[in-house]
């Protein structure tokens, strides 16, 4: 009887993943539907837990919920208590766990199975990708959170990591038909898994992390669908299948948005613009200053203003202040929007997240197609931290390696006003010439001071 | 050949789940906003994290005595509930500040 409910609930499980996935698509449900598939997901691990067959030691229930409530209140802690900046790293950290957790169960099981060569193969699937999965995130989080700042390539990375996947491959199918029951073999797969996602990982630039962890996202779904198959568990399976194929489908839209090649991400297009960098600093002639206090005399007489925030902003913590900026400007009847591209910040979405979070009307925030044609009747752009979905090299020059990206088109403003720290080159470590235009002054500084001196300085207007 | 045809026949309701759960996951998130991507990410990531069930039933079916198991097994079952509850909250606080300004 036992038996027959458990299906009933995995079926109830795999319905929530399908309708909250849904729900996430759109801004009205999504919340909603996060905690649906969150019901369906705690009714599966108990059901999973207490309709089991046959006898356990109690001890392992202990054990089992000892490791859930720690889990629980680790997870809960570091969830609720990292920064809305900090989040695109957490997201990648909390993935490669899971990947860990496929792996280990291949670990494990790889020894009740030994007299079922599919039962093999599966199990080494689900260990290889979970493994993975799991090194490339931890790579993907330090690279996000800065502490591996670089991207760091290896002579013929390409080829090498192409032999290291061939050879993963050709590996697992000697374990396969050998029928070793060697541990040295399965241990040996392991590693060589662990450092094919470091070095698939630690080669890509910081920029396209979002897409690396989108697609490792799809790997752990991928890896937890052959746990399903492995124990004829159908919850596992709907879940693991629907986050891969969901996961991939996501990673596609993002390059699109960003116009690179998913390829491109993987074997690296921007090599050749690291060379420009060096030769492009300075060299292509002068840029205006302009200090707060000229600035807020500017902002103050006109009529029209677009924000256009990028990683700056984020790194800098600047958004609850560029939220007093736009109170300010709007009282004195200034039209203030953002502009939001679609890439902007370090994942896909990550801008609106940060702006929602210092309360910015919804309807304030605009999509690219929407508001390039709004440049033109603009009267100052102000471009918080943002460098490369600025740069018109993407639309003009097609020897640069961000050459078809879409881009906002600020250029078209009346007056373009750039905050950045410095004159460094943007993450694809090219130069903007933008900044070099009659039309465009520079506002250096950290995003959140500066910002809030142009507040006190517009206050001091009055 | 056989050997395939075996395979299939004798997982041909996994197989059926696998080909279908793929073509739903595309329709399910096909019109998704871009603001919505990183919720829908770090949703995504949240229920994937289902493979904590597979660590459950790897403790389950161990014996108490086999320490290997029971230790990789802990640890899975706890990485796997870290994924699954910070997944799930961290998506939730992203999204409450959606909701809190319309």
Redesign the interface.
């Known amino acids: 009887m036992n038996l027959d409910i458990i299906h009933i609930i995995y079926l109830f499980?795999s319905v929530t993943?399908?309708l909250?996935?849904?729900m996430?698509?759109?801004?009205k449900t999504?919340?909603n539907?996060?905690?649906l598939?969150?019901a369906g997901?705690v009714v599966?691990?108990l059901g999973?837990?207490f309709l089991?067959e046959g006898e356990?030691?109690s001890?392992?229930y202990g054990?089992?919920f000892?490791?859930?409530g720690?889990?629980?209140v680790?997870?809960?802690l570091?969830?609720?208590r990292?920064q809305?900046t900090k989040?695109?790293e957490?997201?990648s950290l909390?993935?490669g766990?899971?990947g860990?957790?496929?792996a280990?169960?291949g670990?494990?099981?790889f020894h009740?199975n030994l007299d079922s060569p599919?039962n093999i193969a599966i199990i080494l699937a689900g260990m290889v990708i979970?493994s993975v999965s799991f090194s490339g995130s931890i790579i993907a989080w330090a690279k996000l959170n800065g502490s591996l700042k670089n991207a760091i390539r290896l002579p013929k990375y390409n080829i090498l990591n192409t032999l290291i996947l061939i050879g993963l491959f050709a590996y697992s199918a000697f374990i396969v038909w050998s029928g070793t029951h060697n541990e040295t073999h399965l241990f040996g797969l392991f590693t060589a898994a662990i450092l094919y996602g470091i070095l698939f990982v630690i080669p890509i630039g910081g920029a396209d992390m979002?897409v690396v962890?989108?697609l490792l996202?799809?790997f752990?779904?991928l890896?937890?669908?052959f746990?399903?198959?492995?124990?004829?568990?159908?919850?596992?399976?709907?879940?693991?299948?629907?986050?891969?194929?969901?996961?991939t489908?996501?990673t596609l839209?993002?390059c699109e948005?960003m116009n690179r090649p998913l390829f491109n991400v993987i074997f690296g297009a921007f090599g050749e613009g690291e060379a420009q960098q060096s030769s492009g600093d300075g060299s292509q002639g002068t840029v205006k200053e302009v200090g707060p206090s000229d600035l807020a005399v500017q902002m103050n007489y006109s009529n029209k203003i677009l924000i256009v925030p990028g990683y700056g902003l984020a790194v800098a913590q600047a958004q609850h202040v560029i939220k007093e900026l736009e109170q300010l400007l709007e009282d004195r009847g200034v039209e203030v929007a953002y502009a939001?591209h679609?890439v902007a910040g370090r994942?896909?979405?990550?801008m609106?997240?940060l702006l929602?979070?210092s309360?910015?009307?919804?309807d304030k925030?605009k999509?690219m197609e929407d508001v390039n044609p709004e440049f033109s009747q603009t009267d100052l752009v102000l471009v918080v931290g943002a460098n490369d979905v600025v740069n018109p090299a993407a639309k003009t020059d097609p020897t640069s390696p961000i050459f078809g990206m879409p881009i906002l088109e600020v250029e078209n403003a009346k007056h373009v006003v750039v905050n950045k720290r410095s004159m460094n080159a943007g993450y694809a470590g090219i130069q903007n010439e933008l900044f070099f235009r009659d039309k465009t002054s520079m506002l250096f500084g950290d995003a959140k001071k500066v910002l809030t001196e142009l507040v006190s300085e517009l206050k001091a207007l009055d | 050949m056989n050997e395939i045809i075996e395979f299939f026949t004798q997982n041909k309701d996994m197989i059926f789940i696998v080909v279908l759960m793929v073509f739903v996951g595309v329709e399910v998130i096909g019109k998704v906003p871009a603001v919505l991507h990183t919720p829908l990410m770090s949703g995504a990531n949240a229920i994937h994290g289902v493979v904590v069930v597979g660590a459950i039933i790897v403790m389950l079916n161990s014996e108490p005595t086999n320490y290997v198991a029971m230790v990789l097994g802990f640890i899975a079952v706890f990485l796997g509930t870290l994924n699954v509850v910070g997944g799930f909250v961290v998506t939730d606080r992203m999204l409450e500040m959606f909701k809190k300004k319309k």
Not at chain 1, 227 to 247: D, E, K, P, R
Request: hydrophobic content about 55%.
């Open positions: 499980g993943f399908i909250g996935l849904k996430l698509s759109n801004p999504a919340r539907g996060n905690i598939a969150a997901m599966a691990i999973t837990i089991h356990v030691n001890l392992i054990l089992i000892g490791a859930i720690l889990g629980t680790v997870g809960w570091t969830a609720k990292v809305m989040m695109p957490l997201v909390f993935n766990m899971g860990a957790c496929a280990l169960i670990l494990v099981e009740h599919t979970g979002p962890i989108s996202n799809s752990t779904g890896a937890a669908a746990g399903g198959f492995l124990y004829g568990n159908q919850v596992m399976l709907t879940g693991g299948i629907l986050v891969g194929s969901a996961g489908l996501l839209v993002m948005a939001i679609p994942m896909p979405g990550h609106n997240v929602a979070e309360n910015v009307d919804y925030l999509e």
